[in-house]
C-alpha cells in the first residue's frame, strides 16, 4: 500500500472565498484611490465657499470634484446627505456633522459578497442533499465556515464511566477484549518481548447488542482516552476534507496515547470500493486510503488501538480487514436466554418490581431480543406501570410491554413464532447430529436458534478448519450431507418443509457442480475439466456470460449428475437422522429450552461408515 497523501485539490470553498476576497480588496481600494471621504458639514462648507466644480448625486451618496486639493491631497470626495431641515439646525450650531448609511463602502461590499455567498450556499446544500451520504444522519450543520474543519469529536473523552459490568451476555466478546485492555494498561511490558497487539479490532454484529457499549466499557477499563467518531462524519461531499479529517483525528490520538479510536458504523466509510452507484466515490476512498496509509502509518510501539462497529461487514472493502488492520473480529451476537437474565439484571436494576417479576420468565419470553431491546422492555414496563398508578412494576407489565415491542420487531422479522421455533429447532439439530455422526468431519462447536445476522435464522458452528486448500471427495460428500442435515430434520419430524434451507442447498449445490464440472469427480463425466474457474482474480467483475463448451447433451449428463450427487446427500442425511430419532427430539428440545448448545450439550449420535 503506498502510503502517499493523497493530493488535496483546493477545495472549492476555498476558491469562492479567495475570489470574494479579492473582489471586496479591489472594490475598497478604488474608492481610496485620490477620493476623500468628507463630513456632510465640511462638503456644505465647501459649497458655500464655492470650491465644488462637480457633483453626482446617488441616493444619499454624494460625489464630486473640488476646485482645488483637501489637506490630504485628493480632489475628489465623497459624502453622505443629512437631511436639509437637520443640516441648517446643525449648521446653526456649528457642529461639524456627517452622515452614515445608503450603500456606504460596507453596505457596497455586502452587496457584492452577500449573493455569491449565497449562492455557494444553496450549491453546498443541493451537493449535499442530492448524494454523498446517503441519508446518514449528520446533516448540514455547522454552517458554511466550518466545511473543512473536523467535525470528529478531537475531544477525547478522558473519563468513561462505562465498564464491563455494564455490559452483559457477550462473555465471548468481553473474553477478547479483555487482552486489548490489559495492553493499554501496561503497553510496556506487552511490546517488552517484542510481542504485537492487534491494531485494529472490528465488533461485528446486529444492531443494539452492545458493540458501542463495549467499546466504551473497553476504554473505562482501561482508563485511556475515548476518541469516538463515526464512518459517516468522515462522508463529505469534497474531496480531501474528509481524509484531512482522519489525519486530524491520528494526529491527535498519537499525543495522547495510549489510547482508543474508536470508528462507529465503519461501513459508512469503509464500503468497498466501486460499490456504490452514486457519486461521492473519489472522495470516499480517499478517505478510506487515508484511513489506511494511518493505520498502517504508525509503529507498533505506540498504543492506540482502534475500533470500529459495524452490522454489515459483508460490505467492508477487503483491503481494511487485512492483516494489520482490523484483522480481528469480533462477534457481538443478540444474546442466549442466560445471556438475557444477565442483561435484565443490569437494566431492571434501578426499577421497582413486584415480588412476581422473575427474570428468568422475562428472559423466556423475548428470545431474539437484543440488548438494546431489552433496556427499552423495561422502560416500556415501567411506563405501563405508572400509567395504570401501580406502585411497583409487575409480570403483567413486562408481558404488556413484551407483545408492544415484539409487534414492532415482528415487522423487522427477527422474532419467531413458536412453531417457526420449533422448525429451526429440528433445522439445526439436524446439521448437528449429521455433522457428529459421519467420522472426520468438523467437530460441532455450537448450535442456536437464536437469529444470526440478516436472514440466518439458527445456525450451527463447526470449528473452521485449518485452511484448507485440497479436499478430498469424501470430504465434499460429507459437507453435503452436513448441509442436507437441516432439510432431512424437517422432512422426518412433518411432512412439510420450509424455505429455511435456501442457503444449504445453495451451498451443496455449489460443491456438487464443483466436482461434476471442474474436479473431475463424477465417474460418469469423467476427469474433464467442464468448466473452468472464472477469471475472479481480484472479483473482476463484468464477466456474466461465459460460452459453453460443451454439447446439449453432456450439459444434461452434468444436470443429472448434479442431481445424483444432492438426493445421495439428503439420502445420506436422513438414514443418519432416521437412526436417531431419539437424540433428534432431545437435542431439538434442548435447543428450544437453552437456544444455544455447546458441542458437548448435544446427543451422540450413532456413528455411521464413512461412504
Ligand atoms: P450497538 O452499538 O451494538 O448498536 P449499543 O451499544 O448502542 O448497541 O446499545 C444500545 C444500548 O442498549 C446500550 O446503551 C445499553 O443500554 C443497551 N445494551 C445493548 N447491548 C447490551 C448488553 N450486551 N448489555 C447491557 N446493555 C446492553
Ligand atoms: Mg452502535
Ligand atoms: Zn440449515
Request: charged share 25%.
Amino acid at each position: 500500500m503506498p502510503a502517499a497523501q493523497p493530493q488535496n485539490p483546493l477545495p472549492l470553498w476555498l476558491i469562492t472565498l479567495a475570489l470574494i476576497g479579492a473582489a471586496a480588496v479591489t472594490l475598497l481600494t478604488s474608492q481610496g484611490a485620490g477620493t476623500s471621504a468628507i463630513p456632510y458639514s465640511q462638503f456644505q462648507q465647501l459649497l458655500d465657499d464655492g470650491k465644488v466644480t462637480k457633483v453626482v448625486v446617488s441616493g444619499d451618496s454624494i460625489r464630486g470634484t473640488l476646485s482645488e486639493k483637501l489637506p490630504d491631497g485628493n480632489d475628489n470626495f465623497t459624502t453622505v446627505q443629512v437631511p436639509p431641515d437637520l443640516a441648517t439646525t446643525l449648521a446653526k450650531h456649528k457642529v461639524e456633522f456627517s452622515a452614515v448609511g445608503g450603500a456606504g463602502p460596507l453596505g457596497t461590499l455586502l452587496s457584492w459578497v452577500l449573493p455569491p455567498l449565497l449562492f455557494v450556499g444553496v450549491w453546498l446544500f443541493a451537493a449535499r442533499a442530492m448524494g454523498g451520504r446517503g441519508g446518514m444522519g449528520g446533516g448540514f450543520g455547522g454552517g458554511l465556515l466550518s466545511v473543512g474543519r473536523s467535525r470528529a469529536k478531537l475531544v477525547a473523552e478522558t473519563d468513561v464511566k462505562v465498564s464491563f459490568a455494564d455490559v452483559a451476555g457477550v462473555d465471548e466478546a468481553k473474553d477478547e477484549l479483555h487482552e486489548i485492555v490489559d495492553f493499554l494498561k501496561k503497553p510496556d511490558e506487552y511490546t517488552r518481548l517484542g510481542a504485537h497487539i492487534p491494531r485494529g479490532i472490528l465488533l461485528v454484529g446486529p444492531p443494539g447488542t452492545g458493540k458501542t457499549l463495549l467499546a466504551r466499557a473497553v476504554a473505562g477499563e482501561a482508563g485511556v482516552p475515548f476518541y469516538s467518531t463515526n464512518g459517516a462524519e468522515f462522508v463529505e461531499m469534497f474531496v480531501g476534507v474528509g481524509a484531512a479529517r482522519v489525519r486530524d483525528l491520528f494526529e491527535q490520538a498519537r499525543k495522547t496515547s495510549p489510547c482508543i479510536i474508536f470508528i462507529d458504523e465503519l461501513d459508512a466509510l469503509g464500503r468497498a470500493r466501486g460499490a456504490s452507484p452514486m457519486g461521492g466515490q473519489d472522495e470516499k476512498e480517499q478517505t478510506l486510503n487515508q484511513l489506511l496509509a494511518e493505520m498502517d502509518g504508525f509503529d507498533r510501539s505506540v498504543a492506540i488501538v482502534i475500533l470500529a462497529a459495524t452490522n454489515r461487514p459483508e460490505i467492508l472493502d477487503p483491503a481494511l480487514l487485512r492483516a494489520g488492520r482490523f484483522d480481528r473480529q469480533v462477534l457481538v451476537d443478540r444474546p442466549d436466554k442466560s445471556g438475557r437474565v444477565d442483561i435484565l439484571r443490569i437494566h431492571l436494576k434501578p426499577l421497582k418490581l413486584a415480588d412476581d417479576v422473575k427474570l428468568e420468565d422475562i428472559a423466556a419470553l423475548t428470545p431474539g431480543f437484543s440488548g438494546a431491546d431489552l433496556a427499552n422492555l423495561g422502560n416500556e414496563a415501567a411506563l405501563l406501570a405508572t400509567r395504570r398508578h401501580a406502585d411497583s412494576i409487575a409480570m403483567a407489565d413486562f408481558t404488556g410491554a413484551v407483545e408492544r415491542i415484539v409487534a414492532g420487531l415482528e415487522k423487522r422479522s427477527r422474532i419467531l413464532i413458536p412453531k417457526e421455533r420449533r422448525t429451526v429447532a429440528y433445522h439445526e439439530m439436524g446439521h448437528a447430529l449429521v455433522a457428529l455422526a459421519i467420522p472426520g468431519t468438523d467437530p460441532v462447536q455450537k448450535v442456536s436458534i437464536i437469529p444470526r445476522g440478516i436472514g440466518a435464522l439458527g445456525y450451527t458452528m463447526q470449528r473452521p478448519t485449518d485452511d484448507r486448500f485440497l479436499m478430498s471427495r469424501q470430504e465434499l460428500e460429507d459437507k453435503m450431507a452436513v448441509l442436507m442435515g437441516g432439510r432431512a430434520a424437517e422432512m422426518i419430524v412433518g411432512d412439510d418443509v420450509s424455505t429455511g434451507a435456501s442457503d444449504d442447498l445453495a451451498k451443496a449445490t455449489d460443491i456438487a457442480r464443483g466436482m461434476v464440472l471442474r474436479f473431475g469427480m463424477d465417474p460418469g463425466l469423467g476427469p474433464v475439466a467442464w468448466d473452468t474457474e472464472q477469471g475472479n482474480f481480484l472479483q473482476q467483475p463484468g464477466m456474466f456470460w461465459q460460452r459453453r463448451r460443451y454439447s446439449e447433451q453432456t450439459a444434461h449428463e452434468i444436470d443429472v449428475a448434479v442431481r445424483n450427487h444432492l438426493d445421495t446427500a439428503l439420502e445420506r442425511a436422513l438414514e443418519i437422522l432416521r437412526g436417531n430419532r431419539a437424540a433428534l427430539d432431545t437435542g431439538a428440545e434442548a435447543l428450544l429450552a437453552h437456544e444455544t448448545l455447546s458441542g458437548d450439550e448435544i446427543p451422540r449420535p450413532t456413528p455411521v461408515e464413512t461412504l
